[in-house]
């Protein structure tokens, strides 16, 4: 009952950015973190960034300083500002979002995006 809609993915040049969003809809009651993974050609998926819902966040350091993380609680929504781009970021991007669904209250659960292609090359 509760869909992750993730935008912004596609293809850019080394040095550009992209901003991908993702935003929950459906039953949902509360949201915790949000956040992003990747998963490269031949690579495991990764923790790239997450934010809790007091605002705490976590960047893999082959981001930081490079990839912004924010959300907006009143769209239920979950941005990721990527600059300064480079070929090794290319990989699909997943949305995810642990929070308690309006069916059950009691416990946390988690959910991901479909994922969104991010290709960096010249």
């Known amino acids: 009952q509760v869909q992750l809609v993730e935008t912004g993915g596609g293809l850019v040049q080394p040095g550009g950015s992209l901003r991908l969003s993702c935003a929950a809809s459906?039953?949902?009651?509360?949201?915790?973190?949000m956040g992003w993974y990747r998963q490269g050609p031949g690579k495991r998926r990764e923790l790239v960034a997450l934010i809790t819902s007091g605002g705490s966040t976590n960047i893999a350091d082959s981001v930081k300083g490079r990839f912004t993380i924010s959300r907006d609680n009143a769209k239920n929504t979950v941005y990721l500002e990527m600059n300064s781009l480079k070929p090794e970021d290319t990989a699909v991007y997943y949305c995810?979002?642990?929070?308690?669904?309006?069916?059950?209250?009691?416990?946390?659960?988690?959910?991901w995006g479909q994922g969104t292609q991010v290709t960096v090359s010249s």
């Open positions: 995810y979002i642990d929070g308690k669904p309006s069916s059950d209250t009691r416990y946390l659960r988690e959910y």
């Open positions: 459906g039953s949902i009651f509360s949201i915790n973190a």
